[in-house]
């Protein structure tokens, strides 16, 4: 035995090496007595929307409530009742839940070998008044551009896992982001945003957020990122690139010990040059018994995820593919290998080699 414990998260080294400058900031909001929509709440957002190439950022509670926000303002702009949205049946449940929840009809489409929405396979003749696309692990959307032509004009990305990938370029209508602990920018609770060159749904997200701003301005919750959140953000804004350049020398020294091990990985050469580096998964057989045997050698995976939405009950009065999917038959060969910037070189070697050492 090595010794070595592997955690799937590295928050707690993270923490440790930003400690100093978090505790200062947060003081420092604490004691002007503004602790919500300050100067910090403002200069994240202004940060988020350069970092994206776009005109505006709000930001709010969750990256589901920035889901929620532009499927509710786009459901109001529809016209058709209910309006319906093609949705990856590989996705966490809040990607569907949001849109279900202000009233639009989903229909789940199956996904390629990468965890993206296959286009070829949504029917012609479906009518749909938008598409979603979800960055699965942070692989970019962004070559999905190339087909030009979705089932709708209206385009939007859950960019959850993906909005740093491709240079942050934004391809569709509007942008949800999530800043919760798993990701790479991450907060010490939740947090997201909504990015868009549409003013009018900046409008309605800063009405929205504020409860509809009573007096008229419609319907709304309390969906805010404190002061204090932002102000945390802007440090780690700061170590962002370092961090995703350390992600991504770990993710291709991966993905060179790999090659010929039989191993699939899903960040590869196609997808390589652009990913975000979100998430280190690989496709292989006998996955739970690998998984056990990384367990043993003290080294924790997740599982992304083990069934896709059309395959749970919650979901079942919607339209999708069926077991035999593309979706269906990678939720039974996905693990998910733990990956941040604070890995140290030994512990990095360490989980190749036992990935290696296991599948054999």
């Not at 900046?202 to 929205?208: G, H, K, T």
Request: glycine share 6%; proline share 4%.
């Amino acid at each position: 035995m090595t010794g070595l414990h592997i955690p799937f998260m590295g928050l707690k080294k993270q923490y440790n090496a930003l400690r100093t400058e978090i505790l200062d900031v947060t003081d420092e909001v604490l004691r002007s007595g503004q602790l919500m929509s300050g100067n910090y709440t403002a200069e994240f957002e202004n940060w988020l929307a350069r970092r994206n190439h776009s005109k505006y950022a709000v930001t709010c509670h969750s990256g589901t409530q920035a889901l929620e926000i532009i499927a509710a303002y786009y459901h109001r702009e529809s016209g058709v009742r209910p309006p319906r949205v093609v949705i990856p049946t590989t996705t966490y449940v809040a990607t569907a839940n949001a849109f279900i929840r202000v009233g639009w009809e989903v229909y789940l489409g199956d996904t390629d070998y990468h965890g993206l929405l296959d286009k070829k396979k949504i029917p012609k003749e479906l009518s749909v008044q938008a598409t979603v696309l979800v960055g699965l692990y942070g692989a970019s959307v962004n070559r999905l551009e190339e087909e030009k032509r979705w089932a709708t004009d209206l385009v939007i990305e859950d960019g959850a896992q993906h909005w740093l990938s491709n240079d942050c370029r934004r391809m569709g209508n509007a942008t949800a982001i999530s800043f919760d602990p798993t990701k790479n920018l991450n907060s010490y609770g939740n947090g997201g945003a909504v990015v868009t060159n549409d003013l009018d749904l900046l409008e309605f997200a800063r009405n929205y957020r504020n409860n509809g701003r009573p007096g008229g301005y419609g319907i709304g919750t309390n969906s805010r990122m404190s002061e204090i959140d932002c102000a945390q953000m802007m440090i780690k804004t700061e170590y962002i690139d370092a961090w995703q350049e350390r992600r991504k020398s770990i993710a291709l020294y991966w993905m060179g010990r790999l090659k010929g091990s039989g191993i699939r990985t899903l960040i590869d050469a196609n997808n390589f040059p652009t990913h975000a580096f979100h998430k280190f998964v690989v496709d292989v057989d006998s996955r739970d018994i690998l998984q056990r045997n990384l367990t043993l050698k003290n080294i924790e995976t997740r599982i992304h995820y083990e069934q896709p939405l059309h395959e749970m009950p919650a979901y079942s009065d919607f339209v999708g593919p069926d077991i035999l999917s593309v979706a269906s038959a990678m939720s039974r060969r996905v693990l998910t290998l733990p990956l941040y910037p604070e890995l140290t070189d030994l512990e990095v070697e360490y989980v190749i080699d036992s990935l290696i050492d296991c599948a054999a």
